[in-house]
């Protein structure tokens, strides 16, 4: 089978962004992110973009859909799709291999599983598809199409939340690529991760990461917006408003992460229940990985 994308995927912690920058490295790539707050310029500590990551030996491995549009500004789904497809031919037409490396379920779901977002208000076969979904799946997407939602009432009734996003992807289409991925899955034991992410925490603390949260402030992003990014913004900026103290702001975080990992691999799971097929290792190891796509290129 010929694949012309490698995507690394994973729960938060497990060492992703390294593992695809030596393979990228290995097997002349680049890097496309699939992390949802990457995007963001100057969310650099809180959504642990460690771009040294990308340099392999001395070389700057080049990558993707990071530090591409300010905090203050809205993204969605269509964007990251519509931004994907752009850096994907860039990279296809260099005669280089794209690699896909995040854990946003719903970034990543939406490129391997093909979701089309170019449906027109009045387009059955689009509405067949996501009654197919389940109104989690639906909710979400919803809101990554239009983070500015007011009216609520869309996001219970299952109907009116298909409806508002035939609208939402009704305003433009959106060129669709012939993907076809081999996924590779990270997957430590469970205590392993949340060690990882207890220590990986720690880490930005000491760091940076309050102050960096202090600057976007400074700059101009409301602490809705913050809350609206969620984990290390939500509860930093929850600390900088004087709701909660150190103590507490390190625990209430540390435990909604390791919620968020368990939420990944939940949809990492349901994926490969819609058919999505990844191959799972334990650990971000080099050698083992590398051997897993030399095989698929045979």
Excluded: C
């Amino acid at each position: 089978m010929s694949y012309n994308l490698i995507t690394i995927l994973g729960p938060t912690a497990t060492g992703k962004t390294k593992l695809a920058a030596q393979l990228a490295y290995e097997f002349n790539g680049e890097i496309i992110s699939a992390d949802s707050r990457q995007v963001y310029k100057g969310m650099d500590i809180g959504t642990g973009k460690d771009l040294s990551d990308y340099t392999i030996n001395g070389k700057q491995i080049p990558y993707h859909l990071i530090d591409i549009i300010s905090p203050k500004e809205e993204f969605n789904l269509f964007l990251f799709k519509k931004y994907f497809n752009q850096a994907f031919t860039e990279i296809k037409n260099k005669s280089t291999l794209p690699f896909f490396a995040g854990g946003s379920g719903l970034y990543l779901s939406s490129i391997l599983q093909n979701y089309k977002l170019n449906a027109a208000s009045d387009d059955k076969d689009k509405v067949n598809e996501l009654r197919l979904k389940d109104i989690d799946e639906l909710q979400e997407i919803l809101i990554d199409l239009n983070p500015k939602l007011h009216n609520s009432t869309d996001l219970i009734d299952k109907e009116r939340i298909i409806k508002a996003i035939v609208i939402a992807e009704a305003s433009s289409p959106i060129e669709e690529l012939e993907i076809n991925s081999l996924n590779i899955g990270i997957m430590p034991d469970r205590q392993e991760i949340k060690r990882r992410i207890t220590e990986r925490l720690k880490y930005r603390l000491r760091h940076g990461m309050i102050e960096e949260v202090e600057r976007l402030v400074k700059e101009g992003v409301t602490y809705d917006k913050l809350n609206f990014f969620g984990l290390e913004y939500k509860f930093t900026g929850l600390y900088l408003k004087g709701e909660l103290n150190y103590n507490d702001m390190f625990q209430k975080l540390n435990s909604a992460i390791h919620q968020f990992a368990k939420r990944q691999v939940t949809w990492f799971r349901k994926m490969e229940r819609e058919g999505v097929k990844i191959n799972w290792i334990d650990s971000p190891d080099f050698e083992r990985t590398s051997n897993i796509v030399k095989e698929s290129m045979e």
